[in-house]
T-cell receptor
């Protein structure tokens, strides 16, 4: 069974600091992807970045990067030079590729506040 | 401009009534999905559609019925509403269903409150 856990319900940082948000997951599949989404205060969900399980290189997209520790089944989202506009709820989600029906298993989310 | 439009943004209904949640996507995607986010629960997958055909249904209740009149539309009809149906319902889409490079893009959600 799939499960995604985000143990930090909340997080905070100061403007310009680097922020790390943690996620752990359970899956019996070899091929999978981990996605990060951000939910704006309006409710909109925005795709940020994903990490394929078969790629040993940590993915990066703009100010977002991940630290992927496959053997520990954990992945962290790193936001560099955080800004108040980065505030929101960050969700980690797991997609198993063999049965890639678009079914994502989400974590509970981490509410991030970036202070000016 | 939002590429996935969900209407209405907020919806209040009485127990036992029926409502339709609207979703249109202008990303040119061929697959569409519904997810639900109940209070204090993570987002949960409900349905997936590809070229207007149901591909996966993880919703136990037949009270939830997706309706696809066009390739870029996937509405969600909910009948005999219950207070437990109160949640934010998210529509999503992706280029191709079942592809290993699938990335889902979400709308802003419809927040449904059932009294």
């Amino acid at each position: 069974a799939q499960r995604v856990t985000q143990v930090q319900p909340t997080g905070s940082s100061q403007w310009g600091e680097e922020v790390t948000l943690d996620c752990s997951y359970e899956t019996s599949e070899y091929f999978y992807r981990i996605f990060w989404y951000r939910q704006l205060f309006s409710g909109e969900m925005v795709f940020l970045i994903y990490q394929p399980s078969f790629d040993t290189q940590n993915q990066r997209s703009g100010r977002y990067s991940v630290v992927f520790q496959k053997s520990f089944k954990s992945i962290s989202l790193v936001i560099s030079a955080s800004q108040p506009e980065d505030s929101g709820t960050y969700f980690c989600a797991l997609s198993e590729l063999i049965t890639n029906t678009g079914k994502l298993t989400f974590g509970d989310g981490t509410v991030l506040t970036v202070k000016p | 401009d939002p590429k996935i439009i969900q209407k209405p943004k907020y919806l209040v209904a009485v127990t036992g009534s029926e409502k339709i949640l609207i979703c249109e996507q202008y990303l040119g995607h061929n697959a569409m999905y519904w997810y639900r986010q109940s209070a204090k629960k993570p987002l949960e997958f409900m349905f997936s559609y590809s070229y207007q055909k149901l591909m996966d249904n993880q919703t136990a209740s037949s009270r939830f019925q997706p309706q696809s009149s066009k390739k870029n539309h996937l509405d969600l009809q909910i009948t005999a509403l219950k207070p437990d149906d109160s949640a934010t319902y998210f529509c999503a889409s992706s280029q191709v269903w079942g592809h290993s490079q699938n990335t889902l893009y979400f709308g802003a959600g419809t927040r449904l409150s059932v009294l």
